[in-house]
């Protein structure tokens, strides 16, 4: 399975992009997917994950501002944001994970299986 994240760029504060992570190789949707940022320096930090039936999960610093979604026929994750902040300014990559992840669990401390090679995204103010 090979992850690919594309979509990112340069945005003005409040601005809006959209992230996408196609899958190919063994195609499988019952995949829990996510997505994580790393700014250089920091820590890696989960910002959103989808289940294979389509439950969701946010970090508090995106909820209501990014959306997740998934598309299995075209094996892509898509993520949606929304009222971009500096803050927001990091690499994002996603994972895919082949076991079920609940949505009560911590998703930033799950193991993932595959992971893209990022795309970078910068907020200016």
């Known amino acids: 399975v090979q992850l690919q994240a594309s979509g990112g760029g340069l945005v003005q504060a409040g601005g809006s992009l959209r992230l996408s992570c196609a899958r190919s190789g063994r195609t499988v949707s019952t995949y829990s997917m996510a997505w994580f940022r790393q700014a250089p320096g920091k820590e890696r930090e989960f910002v959103a994950g989808i289940t294979w039936s389509g439950g969701m999960k946010y970090a508090d610093s995106v909820k209501g501002r990014f959306t997740i979604s998934r598309d299995n026929a075209k094996n892509t994750v898509y993520l949606q944001m929304n009222s971009l902040k500096p803050e927001d300014t990091n690499v994002y990559y996603c994972?895919?994970?082949?076991?079920?992840?609940?949505?009560?669990?911590?998703?930033?401390?799950?193991?993932?299986?595959?992971w893209g090679q990022g795309t970078q995204v910068t907020v200016s103010s």
């Open positions: 994972a895919a994970r082949r076991t079920r992840a609940l949505l009560t669990t911590d998703w930033g401390t799950l193991e993932y299986d595959y």
